[in-house]
């Protein structure tokens, strides 16, 4: 039997300079919502933020896959 690996996930969010883009100003002031052990539990508090600001073009949420950052040559099937 293989080992279980936590794919943990980041949610945060802030204001972007383009809608489009991924470039937060204001890093201080960042929303750092949490760390979520599964993509499917982070889509949920992603989903729930982003609905809350969706009139607001500047603010943006994004889902960072941790995982693959810490262990980036780790195959995504474990």
């Known amino acids: 039997m293989s080992e279980q690996r936590s794919k943990i996930h980041l949610v945060m969010g802030g204001r972007v300079k383009d809608p489009r883009g991924v470039e937060f100003v204001n890093l201080?002031?960042?929303d750092l919502v949490g760390v979520y052990p599964d993509y499917d539990a982070?889509?949920?508090a992603w989903r729930s933020k982003a609905q809350m600001t969706v009139d607001d073009a500047e603010m943006k949420y994004v889902v960072v896959h941790l995982h693959k950052l810490l262990e980036p040559d780790l195959p995504d099937d474990i």
Do not use: G, I, L, P
Request: no cysteine; net charge negative.
């Open 28 to 30: 201080d002031q960042m």
């Open 42 to 44: 982070a889509e949920d």
